[in-house]
């Protein structure tokens, strides 16, 4: 069973920069696992930020970046805003048409 | 701008077959490159993906649920169908359906999801 790991929670104050991250269990994460980022606010649909690690989707804002640090996907988010106050999921490509959540981190603005 | 609904009964009993099904709306499910997913979200807890579906009838499903799970496609109504068999309370949730694009390889569209309650 693949397990994608995320921090369940961070805080940022407003303004601040922070790096949220997306690892595996076992093993490395690379631009090869096509590592996509989604924000979800409450009772609503995620909606993508990232894709194939660092593009931005459509009408993100340019404070969202995405990168591989090390063994990880990162999501970075700059200039962090009140509305950035989310759940923040990624997504890893495994193949054979198998994708895998992470848990998801929940990110407090304050 | 592709758009998805999701419908089916909200209220399934134990041990019965959840069924649901994903209108598109803007585009058509007969898309070469795109798979036609269904993922599921308990109250307060995070996303799982359930299993896609493309026009050809290539399936792949989250391998802790494939025993249990269906999906089709049905061209001429321009929707597919998500079936979970032997349902228990851990199957509540809300469903969304979504696609995958193969060409960026994440899901670039969304429906705005259904709760169902396993009751």
């Known amino acids: 069973q693949t397990v994608v790991t995320q921090e369940p929670s961070f805080s940022v104050s407003p303004g601040g920069t922070v790096t949220l991250t997306c690892g595996l269990r076992s093993g490395s994460v690379s631009t090869g696992y096509y590592p996509s980022w989604y924000q979800q606010t409450p009772g609503q649909a995620p909606r993508t930020l990232i894709y194939s690690t660092n593009t931005r989707s459509s009408g993100v804002p340019d404070r969202f970046s995405g990168s591989i640090l090390g063994s990880q996907a990162a999501l970075t988010i700059t200039g962090a805003q009140a509305d950035d106050e989310s759940h923040y999921y990624c997504?890893?490509?495994?193949?054979?048409?198998?994708?895998?959540f992470g848990g998801g981190t929940k990110l407090t603005v304050l | 701008q592709v758009q998805l609904q999701e419908s089916g009964p909200g209220l399934v009993k134990p041990s019965q077959t959840l069924s649901l099904t994903c209108t598109v709306a803007g585009g058509s499910v007969i898309s070469g490159s795109d798979y036609w997913s269904w993922i599921r979200q308990p109250a307060g807890k995070g996303l799982e993906w359930i299993g896609r579906?493309?026009?050809?009838?290539?399936?792949s499903y989250n391998p802790s649920l494939k025993s249990r799970v269906t999906t089709s496609v049905d061209t001429s109504k321009n929707h597919f169908s998500l079936k979970v068999n032997s349902v228990t309370a851990a199957d509540t949730a809300v469903y969304y359906c979504?696609?995958?694009?193969?060409?960026?390889?994440?899901?670039?569209?969304w429906g705005q999801g259904t709760l169902v309650t396993v009751s």
């Open positions: 979504a696609r995958w694009s193969f060409k960026t390889a994440n899901f670039d569209s």
């Open positions: 997504v890893l490509y495994m193949g054979s048409g198998i994708v895998v």
């Open positions: 579906i493309h026009t050809s009838g290539d399936t």
